[in-house]
């Protein structure tokens, strides 16, 4: 009945916001076109269910019309504040390599919990687990901070540091979080799918930078547009920023698009690999020319390449070499335990031998003088 009940609630809010969307428009369409916002995938890569919110195609891609786009921004802006004002708490994910700063600069500016690393499955069905490895984490920086890390060997150190580097690592950004959300703002449902499926199981609302080879249908509050340019990434989660500071009475910030050297860098894929960017700086242009590398350029890269690969393999050593001692010493615990049962059985083993061969030579003794005194007695009876 609760979850029918909250359906119902927010179906009855997204009508009354969709009444309202056309009365203001939070952010103007130049901004959107500057940032590049309406340039979606090949035409070769799309999902059937975006074709509403795609204006039409030039040069093999299909280009999103910013009207729907606006439309959505307005919806998503005043649901998300909605939710807010009544005390609700969002999480903003993004993992792709090339838009984690943005997400953690933009949920930090206004205090909102962000996952920036990969997601790890059931960060919101096991939440209960997740808390368990925060407390360990939390543990682990008391006792750095109260000096009891001393009285443990350089390798325990070693291993407790390693642990506490990867705890930072994925749950920074959810370490004050002590319930699940009550709403997710996803870059590109595709790439988080585990997080859409998490979010939609609980029946957490879901606003999303949705392109268009994503299915619009698993995002609640869908806002078409880039997915992938970082300036198109920057300025919606901005936004959606904004309605989170303004609903907690903070300052919001003038949306910026950023400059375009920050995009002429070469893309990233998921797992770092670089590739070609695809996406735009200008409206006319759809293919941006890639510079040509000189030959001092490439011979820096090489030098760069080989350094990062010889840190790598002096890395994996010293992991090996810790993991080995590690396993020595826990087979040496068993033998050396043996070997001290040994010598104290054979320290109580000695003097019952002693006490042993001594008894004997009693017994010789008596027979002796009993010998001895029968030969007496004979003697005094002849």
Not at 77 to 83: D, G
Not at 108 to 131: A, H, P, S
Not at 297 to 311: D, F, G, P, T
């Amino acid at each position: 009945m609760k979850e029918k009940e909250l359906l119902a609630q927010q179906e009855v809010a997204k009508a009354e916001v969709k009444e309202e969307t056309n009365k203001e428009e939070i952010v103007s369409r130049n901004l959107l076109l500057e940032a590049g916002v309406q340039f979606g995938h090949n035409t070769r890569k799309w999902n059937p269910k975006m074709k509403e919110y795609i204006f039409g195609e030039k040069n093999g891609i299909y280009i999103i019309d910013l009207d729907k786009t606006i439309e959505g921004i307005n919806e998503a802006y005043k649901a998300l504040y909605t939710i807010v004002q009544n005390g609700g708490r969002v999480l903003f994910v993004g993992t792709r390599k090339q838009i984690q700063e943005i997400i953690k600069e933009e949920a930090e500016r206004c205090g909102e919990f962000y996952v920036d690393q990969r997601w790890l499955g059931g960060m919101l069905t096991n939440f209960k687990t997740i808390r368990r490895s925060i407390k360990r984490l939390e543990e682990i920086e008391k006792m750095d901070a109260e000096g009891t890390l001393e009285s443990y060997t350089k390798k325990e150190v070693a291993l407790i540091k390693k642990e506490q580097e990867k705890l930072v690592k994925y749950f920074s950004g959810i370490r004050e979080m002590t319930k699940i959300p009550q709403a997710m703002f996803v870059i590109d449902p595709n790439s988080e799918r585990n997080a859409v499926l998490e979010a939609r199981k609980l029946n957490i609302p879901l606003f999303g930078l949705v392109d268009t080879n994503c299915d619009p249908d698993e995002v609640d509050y869908v806002i078409p547009g880039n997915d992938d340019a970082v300036r198109s990434v920057k300025v919606i989660t901005a936004i959606m920023a904004n309605a989170v500071a303004t609903a907690k009475g903070l300052p919001p910030v003038e949306i910026v698009v950023p400059e375009e050297q920050e995009q002429t860098e070469q893309h990233q894929g998921r797992f770092g690999r670089s590739r070609r960017p695809r996406r735009v700086r200008q409206v006319d242009a759809l293919i941006l020319p890639v510079e040509d590398k000189t030959e001092k350029a490439k011979e820096i890269e090489l030098e760069e390449k080989k350094k990062a690969k010889k840190e790598e393999i002096k890395e994996v050593k010293e992991k090996q070499a810790i993991k080995k001692e590690a396993k020595l010493e826990k087979e040496d615990k068993p033998k050396k335990a043996a070997k001290v049962e040994k010598e104290e059985a054979e320290v109580e083993e000695k003097p019952k031998a002693k006490k042993a061969k001594a008894e004997p030579k009693e017994e010789v003794k008596k027979e002796v003088k009993v010998t001895v005194e029968e030969v007496t007695d004979e003697e005094e009876v002849k």
